[in-house]
């Protein structure tokens, strides 16, 4: 009679828990998600607010705001590379001080398309702009983002667009995405806020963790019972 496989048995075990603690962990990365999906949904339906009573009260990405940007309409900007219902463009890109805000905010004014050669006006103003916009958390350039060219940008980098635009002081960690039109009068700007987008694949994760740990239990058993002395006969008889 054959030995005890307790080096198998060990080493079976030890991928077991392995398995079965990657399948939780798939679990609650769910739960996570799921979570996380609600309240992007419950932001973005709740009714515009003011920016500063949006941001006192904590998590405000998804929201909507109701912002004044001093001289928004004429304000200088920086082109961000874009593409929209797969038409080629850029992004108009400005700084927002607003009134009592401790940080300044880049404000996404909208979409203009490649096929359009003019821009809003750049002039020295102080006149107010109301705008409503979404707030987004601002992302990080990716490590294979192109880098910028003077003012013409590749990916969206708040720092770098707000050194950019001789901004001075803070720039919060929160990017506004317009979407009314701070330059109404000019219609090729197309103020918008991108989805949110969630990737949710944790379910799939799980269960393919739990099968394998399955799987896992079915061949340790198999091979325990192709072992066995009756295993053997059979085998032989087979043969």
């Known amino acids: 009679m054959r030995r005890f496989p ?3 048995t060990v080493a079976s075990a030890l991928v077991f828990v392995v398995l079965i603690c990657l399948g939780v962990w798939q679990v609650q990365r769910l739960q996570w998600k799921e979570g996380l999906i609600a309240a992007a949904a419950a932001a973005a339906s709740r009714p515009a607010a003011p920016l500063s009573e949006v941001m006192a009260g904590g998590a405000p990405e998804f929201r909507r705001v109701v912002v004044d940007c001093p001289g928004l309409a004429a304000a200088p900007y920086v082109e961000l590379r874009s593409i929209q219902d797969k038409d080629a463009g850029v992004r108009l890109i ?3 001080q607003a009134a009592g805000a401790d940080e300044v905010y ?3 004014r909208g979409f203009v398309a490649d096929g359009i050669s003019a821009r809003p006006p750049v002039a020295r103003s102080a ?3 109301r705008i409503e916009a979404v707030v ?4 990080e350039p990716g490590p294979m983002a192109l880098a910028a ?6 990916a969206r980098d708040n720092a770098a667009m707000a050194r950019a635009l001789g901004v001075e002081g803070p720039v919060a960690p929160w990017t506004l995405f317009a979407v009314t039109s701070s330059n109404p009068e000019w219609l090729a700007l197309k103020p918008s806020a991108p989805p949110a987008s969630f990737s ?3 379910l799939a994760y799980a269960i393919t963790w739990f099968g394998l740990a399955l799987a896992l239990i079915a061949f340790y058993v ?5 072992r066995s002395p009756s295993g053997e006969r059979r085998a032989r008889d087979a043969a």
């Open 200 to 202: 949710n694949n944790h």
């Open 136 to 139: 987004r958390a601002a992302s």
């Open 6 to 8: 307790w080096i198998l």
């Open 222 to 226: 198999a091979l325990l019972r192709r």
């Open 106 to 108: 880049l404000v996404d």
């Open 94 to 96: 400005s700084a927002c």
């Open 127 to 129: 006149a107010p702009t």
């Open 149 to 154: 060219e003077g003012a013409h940008f590749y």
